[in-house]
Antibody, heavy 124, light 107 residues
Framework: QVQLVESGGGVVQPGRSLRLSCAASGFPFSGYGMHWVRQAPGKGLEWVAVISDDGISKYYADSVKGRFTISRDNSKNTVYLQMSSLRVEDTAVYYCAKDWRYHGDPRRGYFDYWGQGTPVTVSS | DIQMTQSPSSLSAFVGDRVTITCQAS??????LNWYQQKPGKAPKLLIYDASNLETGVPSRFSGSGSGTDFTFTISSLQPEDIATYYC?????????FGGGTKVEIK
């Protein structure tokens, strides 16, 4: 069955960097786009970034553009989120999520499987 | 960005009640609307895709309808295990956007 396991979260000071990882299994990873979605404490869901199945196309929410970078290693079935210049408002649980469509346009996707999330706290 | 307005933000109902949640998009999104369930402390789970299609394995008491700008999510007979927050999400326009969520509780 599909499994997505995030790691790398923690407490970090404003302005610092952190890299999240999401290890996938149970499906042909190289055929699917992958997303990151976050949820601030007590708040709703916010889509953050998506990467196409081949890793070429990447798209970001305006709130993180220029600070976050999504990447993937299809040989390791893993997607990453490099977060730089972190702000207090980036504090959230970060979920990775699988796109629903095989070889689909990552800008027209949605999330059919989610990981359990990894918490990130940005605080001085 | 497309704004998704969900209502109510919370509701309380008896076991066995019919529960309805609405989601309104700020512009026409055709059928490209999904519903997710998030239980406390857990990741969201896809329930309904393309406005009215039940994801595999999801109980048939859950249903969705609508198109264009107005959508409805229904639980036909509320069960104790349905306690959760429910979110709508559009994917017709990029970036993807979610509604604010509806917290469902048992009376």
């Amino acid at each position: 069955q599909v499994q997505l396991v995030e790691s790398g979260g923690g407490v970090v000071q404003p302005g610092r960097s952190l890299r999240l990882s999401c290890a996938a299994s149970g499906f042909p990873f190289s055929g699917y786009g992958m997303h990151w979605v976050r949820q601030a404490p007590g708040k709703g869901l916010e889509w953050v970034a998506v990467i196409s199945d081949d890793g070429i196309s990447k798209y970001y929410a305006d709130s993180v553009k220029g600070r976050f970078t999504i990447s993937r290693d299809n040989s390791k079935n893993t997607v990453y989120l490099q977060m730089s210049s972190l702000r207090v408002e980036d504090t959230a649980v970060y979920y990775c999520a699988k796109d629903w469509r095989y070889h689909g346009d990552p800008r027209r996707g949605y999330f059919d499987y989610w990981g359990q999330g990894t918490p990130v706290t940005v605080s001085s | 960005d497309i704004q998704m307005t969900q209502s109510p933000s919370s509701l309380s109902a008896f076991v066995g009640d019919r529960v309805t949640i609405t989601c309104q998009a700020s512009q026409d999104i055709s059928k490209f609307l999904n519903w997710y369930q998030q239980k406390p402390g857990k990741a969201p789970k896809l329930l309904i895709y393309d406005a009215s299609n039940l994801e595999t394995g999801v109980p048939s008491r859950f249903s969705g309808s609508g198109s264009g700008t107005d959508f409805t999510f229904t639980i036909s007979s509320l069960q104790p295990e349905d306690i959760a927050t429910y979110y709508c999400q559009q994917y017709d326009y990029f970036p993807f956007t979610f509604g604010g969520g509806t917290k469902v509780e048992i009376k």
